[in-house]
């Protein structure tokens, strides 16, 4: 699931002398940990997290404390299955070393998180004053920037961008690497690092890499499948577009051009659903709270849609994993996430997905880096849906999982790409062998009200399943909750983790079960 560019007006006066210290957030929800899989010094019963940056921006509360404070990797899996923590450690002396991570917020602040402890001096740069956004990082999660620096979307561009490179030359020391921490600060990453001369997509493409509907016709320009679509902005032209199109079936997707996680995304099976669409999108504020100026009109692609994350490094792709949606229509919308499982090369398709995207995103012109790709396979085919510049979101929270089935995942294999060419070698180039099985499971729910409380036997019964990691809430008492028609309404999220992978799908049809049953009391 993936969002798109924010642009947001405002100012801030870097201060390399004081830094910035990733701080706790207010228990916006409550993390259930399996008592083999608690970290050391833990309390096991119950920790705080959120897991992503659109949870957290639905619920929107206040922080309530302001100190720093550690982050417990859990990596691998021991002999007796449970999940083991692993410490990042430098390899070296990097203190004398900078980097930039721009934009750090949900998996971006996991990048620096994990560049702060190996050693490198963080400089943070954001692409705008992002406020909110900022909060959006893991709970137990400690990083000191030596400098944050704002780029002034107010000011002219390029005087702009001289200003924040003079900022980072100001903090004195070299500068190693610049990555891209979240989507919005993908074309600012690619801007710096090839103005600074350092590892680089460069700019010629960015815009390719952002805009959805440029990305598509990139694809299309460079011989590959591509979904047919339109991009407009008022109804004559999508009249006339789909009057000469005439798609047979009728099915047509239409959703906004900006936004996130099937937010009006909607399957249209007549023109006048279609022109309802665009009716109930154009002008609206969306879950980003952006003003949809225009939408997409797009040929609906059945079948299978999958997450293809790669890693490259000087136009070398190498897949960091791959997982299949599990999407369904609820509550009246069509296309919502109910979980997600990891794949493997030898399973149905993975081979041919994994060949198309690398093409995909050697034609977009990414040669260094991350990539996070959604695709689809239709009539006997890949078919892009799209593709970020930058790490899997949903704040890293899928990590533990390829950790245990794979024993290795993007974020590392990102600052391999850049520092440590033997490491990159040494990654598959393919998911070849399963360690383990896991999946991602994202809670539903089926009714809008009040929670007055929790079915405390559903949650016991979720933790002691055998395949059990973690729960994360995303309601609390006393809040409103609706129910779940997009990512920004799932009442939490399930990390399951098990070598017996009929073990994991019995949980995994469990929890489906305690859904419909209601883990969530609600007041009359």
């Known amino acids: 699931m993936t969002f798109d560019e924010?642009?947001?007006g405002g100012r801030t006066v870097a201060k390399p002398e004081e830094g910035h210290v990733f701080t706790k957030l207010q228990k916006r929800s409550m993390t259930f940990i399996a008592p083999s899989t608690a970290p050391t010094g833990r309390d096991r019963a119950?920790?705080?997290?959120?897991?992503?940056?659109m949870y957290r921006r639905h619920f929107g509360h206040e922080d309530e404390e302001h100190?720093?404070?550690?982050?417990?990797?859990q990596h691998g899996v021991t002999g007796d299955g449970a999940v083991a923590p692993v410490v990042v450690k430098p390899t070296e002396d990097n203190s004398g070393k900078a980097v930039v991570v721009t934009d750090t917020f949900t998996t971006g602040a996991v990048v620096a998180n994990s560049l702060y402890k190996m050693g490198y001096k963080v400089i943070c740069v954001l692409s705008a004053d992002l406020k909110d956004l900022l909060k959006m990082i893991p709970d137990d999660l400690e990083v000191q920037f030596t400098a944050t620096i704002t780029l002034d979307v107010e000011a002219e561009h390029s005087a702009a961008i001289k200003s924040v490179i003079e900022?980072?030359?100001?903090v004195g020391?070299?500068?190693v690497a610049i990555f891209a921490g979240a989507e919005t600060g993908v074309e600012l990453a690619d801007e710096l690092s090839e103005i600074m001369g350092l590892r680089t997509n460069g700019t010629a493409q960015s815009d390719a890499r952002?805009?959805?509907?440029?990305m598509g016709e990139t694809v299309r320009a460079a011989g590959l499948r591509a979904v047919k679509q339109l991009k407009a902005t008022v109804w004559a032209d999508i009249e006339n577009f789909l009057t000469e199109w005439n798609p047979s079936p009728y099915k047509v997707i239409v959703k906004p051009v900006d936004s996130a996680g099937s937010d009006d995304v909607t399957l249209c099976l007549s023109l006048k659903d279609v022109q309802k669409a665009f009716g109930n999108i154009i002008g609206k504020v969306n879950g980003l709270g952006l003003v949809n100026k225009a939408v997409l009109?797009?040929?609906y692609l059945e079948g299978q849609e999958y997450i293809i994350d790669m890693v490259s490094r000087d136009g070398v792709h190498k897949t960091a994993a791959v997982w299949a949606y599990d999407r369904r229509a609820v509550n009246g919308a069509g296309f919502v996430c109910f979980g997600q499982r990891m794949c493997m090369i030898d399973d149905p398709h993975i081979r041919e997905l994994i060949e198309y995207q690398k093409k995909v995103i050697t034609a977009l012109g990414i040669r260094n880096g991350p990539t996070h790709g959604e695709v689809k396979w239709f009539q006997g085919e890949p078919v892009l849906v799209e593709v970020g510049a930058r790490c899997h979101g949903v704040e890293g929270v899928w990590q533990l999982i390829v950790d245990a089935v794979l024993g290795y995942n993007q974020v590392q294999g990102t600052i391999a790409a850049y520092f440590d060419h033997e490491k990159f070698d040494a990654i598959p180039d393919v998911?070849?062998?399963?360690?383990?099985?896991g999946r991602l499971v994202f809670l539903i729910l089926y009714k809008d009200g009040l929670v007055e409380d929790f079915d405390h036997s559903l949650l016991a019964e979720m933790q002691n399943m055998p395949s059990f990691v973690s729960l994360e809430m995303f309601a609390a008492k006393g809040a409103r909750v609706r129910k779940t028609i997009d990512c920004f309404t799932f009442g939490g999220v399930v990390r399951l983790i098990n070598p017996d992978t009929a073990a994991l799908v019995r949980d995994y049809e469990r929890l489906r079960e305690i859904e419909q049953i209601g883990f969530i009391k609600y007041a009359e």
């Open 67 to 73: 100190k720093p404070f550690s982050f417990h990797y």
């Open 6 to 8: 924010r642009k947001v």
């Open 46 to 53: 119950q920790s705080m997290s959120i897991p992503d940056v």
């Open 167 to 170: 900022q980072i030359h100001a």
């Open 173 to 175: 020391l070299p500068v």
């Open 210 to 214: 952002r805009n959805k509907y440029v």
């Open 431 to 437: 998911p070849m062998e399963r360690h383990s099985d």
């Open 297 to 299: 009109v797009q040929e």
